[in-house]
């Protein structure tokens, strides 16, 4: 990467011009092609080999020794980092599951994809703050406080939490089938919270509680942590304050009893701040996070990991901010398709959902099985396994386009071959134990490297740009694609070659490792040594 930018920087200096270096076809034009309006200007540089004039193309074939010395010099522990970001701050709202609700499939995707950000915009140089944005408010709380005092018992909701209130949820929805009066039940519960009922209170707290020590076995077996759980609960205080700079600043108007921001002329239905039974609406809230987040943490953007569905609440929230006088531009929606499964959409109400501790669980035991029958001696199964396994499905999820739907499938994500999570840590495992058996020199020829190998340094160079790409983009496929592509690059290389018997070999191979180390942490995957 930075041999690169050297090079740009020499010619930059001798045709008075800005350079734009494109990747060649093929080798045999060159390494690197610069559109110039005179390409038969003369540039020399300790840098460049020849250069060969095609069209109005300067085709440049660089010095290889000089390359291959500086690129691999270059890569070690902060291989990739930059300073991008150095003075700003990024805030990413991600996971952001529902209390009292199943952790289920359908958040793994803002999960893992809001965890990969983070990484990469810290490996940028940003300051970043991730925060879990908790479902820890709203008319949810009326339906379950009126589920509990109907049919709840303490003693199942002590012995398993989320799943006993999801049956009261379920319950309470099919109740509603045959007493419509329900509804009105919960409304009344609601807003009972709202105004600080002790026993409402002390439920929504029970709740909220039970939920979170659940929710923190996922975090910590995905390894995966938060700067801030301020979820929505968390600024009710300051919501009639909020109401008022709304009105203040923005056309609000009355509608059937509630009040709403009108969006008519920006061709978006209204924003409810407040419904017509006087209560709040998660739009108020998110917009009391916006404006907390924005006088607390400064940040250049706040990203917002959260599904495609919720497109045209992002559009209302960002237009509504900008009429309040906010930058629109410091607001960027993430969004993302739908896990599909065999039995279809999951929905909450009727029950239909995949719980992913069991998903997790599921891979891990898979996943196990799998390397007992491979290397029945290994030491450390289980962690082996729990590092595969979890790392399985999270690269299941972020090697696809994050907009398109994907359609779940245990074998792919969970084979050791192929496009997948295992088959870049298996990669990483083989080169650690062809390592561990050698002895790696600190004298380096750089000229014993041969074409091929100059091909796979070439690859290893263009890391640092795959971070950035992956990161600015909002697109952590981008990174998994080129992490599969070293590695089959080092893989078929490796059954060319005897890379044991050479110094050489050994030292690009180690650099090899490093990359795909670094790399899957990137994506929130660990690096096991053996498999």
Not at 284 to 293: E, H, N, P, V
Not at 508 to 531: C, F, H, R, V
Request: hydrophobic letters at 35%; proline letters at 3%.
């Amino acid at each position: 990467m930075k041999f690169k930018e050297k090079l740009k920087k020499e010619i930059k200096k001798q045709i008075k011009q800005d350079v734009f270096l494109r990747d060649t076809p093929s080798p045999e034009f060159g390494d690197y092609a610069l559109f110039l309006k005179n390409p038969d200007k003369k540039i020399k540089s300790i840098l460049i080999e020849r250069t060969e004039v095609k069209g109005n193309y300067l085709n440049i074939f660089i010095n290889k020794k000089k390359f291959i010395e500086e690129t691999l010099k270059e890569i070690n522990l902060d291989y990739g980092k930059s300073n991008l970001g150095k003075n700003k701050t990024i805030v990413i709202d991600f996971s952001a599951p529902n209390i009292a609700k199943p952790f289920s499939v359908g958040h793994l995707r803002s999960t893992v994809i809001g965890n990969s950000l983070h990484k990469l915009y810290s490996e940028l140089g940003y300051k970043v703050i991730g925060v879990n944005h908790l479902g820890d408010w709203g008319t949810q709380f009326g339906k379950l406080i009126v589920a509990y005092k109907r049919w709840g018992n303490e003693k199942k909701l002590e012995e398993d939490p989320i799943k006993y209130l999801l049956s009261l949820y379920v319950k309470f929805h099919a109740e509603t089938e045959k007493d419509k009066l329900l509804e009105d039940e919960a409304r009344n519960e609601f807003r009972k919270l709202e105004k600080g009922d002790k026993e409402s209170v002390r439920l929504w707290k029970k709740f909220k509680d039970l939920s979170l020590e659940e929710f923190e076995n996922i975090y910590s077996l995905m390894k995966i942590k938060f700067d801030s759980y301020n979820g929505e609960a968390f600024y009710k205080d300051m919501l009639d304050d909020v109401i008022n700079k709304i009105k203040q600043k923005t056309k609000t108007e009355s509608s059937d009893g509630a009040l709403i921001v009108n969006l008519k002329q920006y061709d978006m239905p209204p924003l409810i701040i407040k419904k017509s039974n006087e209560s709040t609406s998660y739009h108020t809230r998110d917009i009391a996070a916006a404006l907390y987040r924005l006088k607390n943490y400064k940040p250049e953007r706040i990203i917002y990991v959260v599904g495609s569905e919720q497109k045209l609440h992002f559009r209302q929230l960002f237009k509504t901010l900008e009429l309040m006088g906010e930058d629109s531009k410091k607001f960027v929606h993430v969004d993302f398709g739908l896990f599909r499964f065999p039995e279809g959409k999951m929905s909450t109400r009727k029950g239909r959902v995949v719980f992913l501790e069991d998903v997790l669980d599921k891979a891990i035991t898979t996943i196990e099985k799998i390397i007992t029958k491979k290397n029945p001696n290994i030491g450390n199964r289980k962690e082996v396994a729990q590092m595969v396994g979890i790392g399985a499905i999270i690269f299941g999820d972020l090697s696809n386009n994050r907009v398109n739907n994907i359609n779940f499938d245990w074998d792919r994500m969970l084979s050791f071959e192929g496009e997948t999570g295992p088959y870049i840590q298996y990669t990483h495992a083989r080169i650690y134990s062809i390592l561990k058996k050698s002895k790696l020199s600190a004298k380096i020829d750089y000229n014993k490297f041969n074409d091929e190998e100059f091909q796979l340094i070439k690859k290893m160079s263009e890391f640092p740009e795959v971070i950035k790409d992956s990161a600015i983009k909002y697109k952590p496929n981008l990174l998994c694609n080129y992490l599969i592509q070293l590695s089959q690059l080092f893989n078929t290389y490796y059954t060319k070659y005897e890379i044991k018997l050479s110094k050489e070999r050994l030292y690009l191979a180690s650099k090899i490792k490093q990359i795909l180390s670094t790399g899957l942490n990137l994506l929130g995957i660990e690096s096991p040594n053996a498999m």
